[in-house]
């Protein structure tokens, strides 16, 4: 492993911070003790202070195969110096074509189509909309309700909060998409706390899709989207059966099937997505993040034969699909997934030890028995840890961890009161010992 960088020197003053609004960020309070990085290399980020912070989170789940990887930068940088830009509409270039026969070859079933946006929030508009247009290409054109879940997280845009299930990203935003309903979501501590893997309990909660047919009609609803593994919501593992059962009610009623895989795809698992690893295959599944190992911002929905089938029909001259952005398919993006899958391929990334799974599984539930932890769950290289709140004071402990761990040189990501990791799939066992060794003593001293 590469040694981690010295950083540029950096240094902003109080003035010069303030113009960028930041995003899901308090603003005054970073402010006031910014936190910057200022470069990365593999497993690690420099701070604007000169430290290094072991990145226990890729990123923000999305630098799979670490930081700064030469392979990529220098893609992209080649790319850019040959074609920057070129029109996506009625025009194209090669990059797209290659990164989605390069993608469809790590999918399951017959998700064999690509369609390209920006970010995990334009691949779910995209899939929401390809879901109702598709009913109504085939006819059931009242087939137009969409089915989220309790906790989900799919993205920013009106359509990804309308069938998200978080509170505080919905209540702001007046009446969202009408026509949604919500599932249960599938958290219980009382059940499944402590929990290895996937828990026992919980399969039944996606018989409420049964209700929700019962009271509208399937000939009303088009989609239901879930992420198999909740990730920004808290970690929360599927039960045992239950994307099966979803998957299942999905197919009695012809509704289709809508895989939010920004965080579980490339590798995350330990398979090259979650459909792989539940031996679940949605119809339409959303990717981001991973897809560039987060290096250009590029998000894309990849669908089913039969749905992109449904779309090319009538005469050849008309545009099939009124959706896409100046960006789809941007040059740079499609070099850094490229050279992105290309190292994923390579590296087996998509294949992960299982003797290291198990070691990162061993090592985060060491926790147990820790102050303040409630629970601790598992699943491939993701672990979540909740807390128990302070009074009155939700997500303040978690908080608290938080700037403890990054003081001590680790990066964790906190929601509410879990405490997320994510890290890059090409972690060591010396990196799992470290971050879980800092946890220890941050929680320890809360
Ligand atoms: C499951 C899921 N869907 C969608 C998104 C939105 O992705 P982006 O932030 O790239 O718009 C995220 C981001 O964390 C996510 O976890």
Request: aromatic letters at 8%.
């Amino acid at each position: 492993m590469q040694d981690p960088p010295s950083s540029p020197s950096v240094s902003l003053s109080r003035d010069e911070l303030d113009a960028y609004w930041m995003p899901f960020t308090a603003n005054r309070q970073f402010k006031a003790d910014p936190r910057l990085f200022v470069a990365a290399k593999g497993m690690y980020f420099t701070t604007h202070d000169d430290r290094q912070v072991l990145d226990a989170m890729a990123g923000l789940w999305c630098v799979n195969a670490g930081h700064c990887r030469p392979e990529i930068s220098r893609a992209i940088a080649a790319q850019a110096e040959t074609l920057d830009y070129a029109p996506p509409f009625q025009m194209g270039h090669p990059g797209p074509f290659q990164v989605a026969n390069r993608l469809i070859k790590h999918l399951p079933g017959d998700l064999n189509h690509v369609f390209f946006g920006n970010s995990g929030s334009e691949a779910v508009e995209t899939a929401l909309k390809i879901a109702i247009a598709y009913h109504r290409l085939r006819g059931e054109g009242t087939r137009q309700r969409l089915i989220g879940r309790e906790r989900g997280y799919h993205g920013v845009g009106f359509g990804g909060i309308s069938v998200g299930g978080i509170g505080p990203n919905r209540k702001f935003f007046g009446s969202l998409l009408t026509g949604v309903d919500h599932l249960p979501h599938t958290h219980n501590l009382e059940h499944n706390a402590f929990t290895r893997g996937q828990p026992e309990w919980g399969a039944h909660l996606g018989d409420d899709l049964e209700r929700i047919v019962a009271l509208h009609d399937a000939s009303n609803i088009a989609a239901v989207i879930v992420e198999p593994v909740a990730g920004s919501t808290g970690v929360l593992i599927p039960p045992k059966g239950y994307l099966e059962s979803l998957r299942a009610i999905c197919d009695k009623y012809g509704i289709l099937m809508i895989f939010d895989e920004v965080i579980t795809g490339f590798g995350r698992l330990g398979t090259s997505f979650a459909a792989n690893y539940f031996g679940v295959v949605p119809d339409l599944m959303t990717v981001a993040k991973g897809l560039t190992n987060g290096a250009v911002p590029m998000g894309a929905v990849l669908v089913r034969q039969g749905i992109y089938d449904a779309f090319m029909q009538g005469p050849e001259s008309s545009i099939e699909l009124f959706h896409g952005y100046t960006y789809s398919g941007h040059p740079l993006a499609c070099a850094a997934a490229l050279a992105t899958l290309e190292i994923y391929e390579n590296e087996n990334l998509f294949n992960l030890d299982r003797a290291l799974i198990q070691y990162w599984e061993d090592a985060v539930h060491s926790l147990k028995g820790l102050p303040h932890v409630i629970d601790i769950r598992n699943l491939g290289l993701v672990a979540g840890i909740e807390l128990a709140p302070i009074p009155n004071q939700p997500g303040a402990r978690a908080y608290d961890c938080f700037l403890q761990c990054y003081k001590k040189g680790l990066l964790i990501r906190t929601t509410g009161d879990i405490i997320a990791l994510s890290p890059p799939l090409m972690i060591e066992k010396h990196h799992i010992d470290r971050l879980v060794t800092t946890l220890a003593e941050v929680l320890n001293a809360l």
